[in-house]
T-cell receptor, first 118, second 115 residues
Framework: AQTVTQSQPEMSVQEAETVTLSCTYDTSESDYYLFWYKQPPSRQMILVIRQEAYKQQNATENRFSVNFQKAAKSFSLKISDSQLGDAAMYFCAYRRVINTGTASKLTFGTGTRLQVTL | NAGVTQTPKFQVLKTGQSMTLQCAQDMNHEYMSWYRQDPGMGLRLIHYSVGAGITDQGEVPNGYNVSRSTTEDFPLRLLSAAPSQTSVYFC??????????????FGPGTRLTVT
């Protein structure tokens, strides 16, 4: 079974600075998807960024980028120019790539709470 | 599109009561699922469905029932609520298939307290 580990329960960053959230995972499969979700105090789960394991290039979405190290099974999220609105819980998630409905299941890490200070 | 909707937003139950959490989506997604979120444990899969009439268990199915009579709706039933079921419940949906990492869309969540 796949597992996802987020070893930082809480992180803090000053506004305009850069912060990196860590995520490691365990899988025996060679192809899969990885995601970062943001959960603000409203509880809504918002997709921040996704990475296909077969792609060597790291995904980027505006101020958000990932450092995907497939051999190390590491998938960290970098937030640049942090803003107050980035304060939230961040979850790393894993999904298999198999053409069956079961492949749609997401396995989540336990989350990292990010505080943004002035 | 309304996306994924969940009702109610909040609910308090007494131990032993039953209730149904409603989930609906208007995106014609094949896949629907229920997660529970507990402090320090992330989101854990309860049940999921890959289409009308097809359901299966996830990681933590005990104490919950589901059915999928239509593509749009995927209700979660608590037959006899227990304090251990106090949690925030999320419904999610997506397309399935190999062609692409289909995004899962989440509902706003239901906060359930069992006393």
């Amino acid at each position: 079974a796949q597992t996802v580990t987020q070893s930082q329960p809480e992180m803090s960053v000053q506004e305009a600075e850069t912060v990196t959230l860590s995520c490691t995972y365990d899988t025996s499969e060679s192809d899969y998807y990885l995601f970062w979700y943001k959960q603000p105090p409203s509880r809504q789960m918002i997709l921040v960024i996704r990475q296909e394991a077969y792609k060597q290039q790291n995904a980027t979405e505006n101020r958000f980028s990932v450092n995907f190290q497939k051999a190390a099974k590491s998938f960290s999220l970098k937030i640049s120019d942090s803003q107050l609105g980035d304060a939230a819980m961040y979850f790393c998630a894993y999904r298999r790539v198999i053409n069956t409905g079961t492949a749609s299941k997401l396995t989540f890490g336990t989350g990292t709470r990010l505080q943004v200070t002035l | 599109n309304a996306g994924v909707t969940q009702t109610p937003k909040f609910q308090v139950l007494k131990t032993g009561q039953s209730m149904t959490l409603q989930c609906a989506q208007d995106m014609n997604h094949e896949y629907m699922s229920w997660y529970r979120q507990d402090p320090g444990m992330g989101l854990r899969l309860i049940h999921y469905s890959v289409g009308a009439g097809i359901t299966d268990q996830g990681e933590v199915p005990n104490g919950y029932n589901v059915s999928r009579s239509t593509t749009e709706d995927f209700p979660l039933r608590l037959l006899s609520a227990a304090p251990s079921q106090t949690s925030v419940y999320f419904c999610a949906s997506s397309h399935t298939g190999l062609a692409g990492s289909y995004e899962q869309y989440f509902g706003p969540g239901t906060r359930l307290t069992v006393t």
